[in-house]
């Protein structure tokens, strides 16, 4: 939005405004907006997906308040920033192995959170390899995993598939890089602009999943049920000689 000189105000919520903290933030810790480096022998490149791509998933896949998105290397956060501003999602998580660019993710997560104090608890961000993550349940509430994969090798986007097959309310896998697996389904590939030129992303959904333990309301009925029994039963034992 422009004023009458046509200088950009800077609306709250906006990606003027997304854009200007994440800017301030990426040059104060000299982070290049197309950033390639390596760690433990892999190609850790940095990058982002804009606005734009943003808006159009949204659109595409519904995207709103009863969603918990998942980023796969979150970089500085930007599209968990964009979905809770423009999606109002429920959540957003993001994992990022680089600390610096974590850092930078959670100093604008922290100043979000003081000029929207209605998005705390909604934002989580990770210094942690993904892969790293042994606990089988930590995705399960996902509903949506992005994951900008396009350095990933096959061994990862293989991993990734069994991560989003344990997540029984998960809609959509999205991923920069087309994943050929018998597990998944082809949605549609989008294309949009990134900070390294045009890229597409594509869209899958899941074939099957692990069936998880059964789910606490039937336990509950089940204990229910034995109160029950053991209720009538006890009177009656009472009774007979
Ligand atoms: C191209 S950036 C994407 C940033 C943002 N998600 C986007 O799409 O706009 C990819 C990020 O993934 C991170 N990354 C790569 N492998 C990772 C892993 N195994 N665990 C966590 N982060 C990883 C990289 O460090 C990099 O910052």
Redesign the pocket.
């Given at each position: 939005m422009m004023n009458d000189q046509g200088v950009v105000l800077m609306t709250p919520r906006t990606d003027a405004y997304l854009d200007s903290l994440i800017e301030t933030q990426l040059s104060a810790q000299t982070i290049y907006k197309v950033d390639p480096r390596e760690t433990n022998g892999?190609r850790?490149?940095?990058?982002?997906?804009s606005n734009q791509c943003v808006t159009n998933m949204i659109k595409i896949l519904n995207i709103g308040d009863k969603d918990i998105v998942y980023?796969?290397?979150?970089?500085v956060g930007?599209?968990i920033f964009k979905m809770l501003f423009s999606a109002g999602i429920r959540k957003g998580i993001g994992?990022?192995?680089?600390k610096d660019?974590y850092n930078v993710s959670n100093n604008i997560k922290k100043q979000i959170i003081m000029n929207y104090p209605e998005f705390h608890g909604k934002i989580e961000f990770y210094n942690?390899?993904?892969?790293t993550i042994l606990d089988s349940n930590r995705f399960a509430d996902a509903t949506i995993i992005y994951t900008?994969s396009?350095?990933f090798t096959d061994e990862?986007m293989n991993l990734i598939v069994e991560i989003a097959k344990r997540c029984r309310n998960l809609r959509y896998l999205i991923s920069l890089k087309a994943n050929i697996h018998p597990n998944l389904e082809f949605h549609s590939r989008q294309s949009c602009a990134c900070s390294w030129g045009r890229c597409c992303y594509y869209i899958y959904t899941l074939k099957h999943r692990v069936e998880g333990p059964a789910c606490p309301r039937s336990l509950l009925l089940l204990l229910l049920l034995l109160l029950l029994a053991c209720l009538l039963l006890v009177p009656l034992s009472l009774t007979v000689p």
């Open positions: 892999e850790v490149t940095y990058g982002t997906i980023d796969l290397g979150s970089g930007n599209l994992f990022e192995v680089i660019r942690a390899n993904f892969k900008s396009l350095m990862t």
